[in-house]
């Protein structure tokens, strides 16, 4: 590798673990959304200190494989979301995206994230009515 090789691919290390900073960030915030939104239960909580403890790893860079953490980071926030979003679709039925926002506390980007994540999942149906689009989790 030549000296310019390595220098960008540092750069590139160092904007990644700033992203990943800024999703720790973001994530401790969700978790906090969640647990306000939803009750508490011992399960959850599990799942969120193992997320929290994969984002610390992965913005650390700490052990051999922290590019796998910084991977496994990002799909813990999403999963996170969209475990967020299904337990609102579950409580309350069929919501449009303005529906999910009030109920979850998330933004409507990770709304459309974890609908994403959902969606590859083949857990939720969408209908519109008119020009409104309302999610609902599949039978």
């Known amino acids: 590798m030549t000296n310019e090789t390595v220098e960008k691919a540092k750069a590139d290390v160092k904007k990644g673990m700033a992203e990943v900073g800024k999703a720790a960030a973001n994530l401790k915030d969700d978790v906090k959304k969640l647990k306000a939104s939803f009750e508490h239960n011992a399960d959850g909580e599990k799942k969120a200190d ?4 994969v984002v610390n790893d992965a913005y650390t860079g700490t052990g051999p494989d922290s590019e796998k953490k910084i991977s ?65 989790l599949r039978p």
Request: glycine share 10%; aromatic share 8%; no cysteine.
């Open 50 to 53: 193992a997320t929290r403890i």
């Open 72 to 136: 496994d980071a990002v799909e813990s926030i999403f999963g996170v979301n969209a475990g967020i979003v299904w337990k609102a679709l579950n409580l309350n039925g069929p919501m449009t995206i303005d529906d999910l926002v009030k109920t979850s506390n998330l933004n409507p980007e990770d709304i459309y994230g974890a609908l994403g994540w959902l969606g590859r999942e083949n857990k939720i149906s969408l209908e519109t009515r008119g020009e409104v689009r309302f999610f609902s």
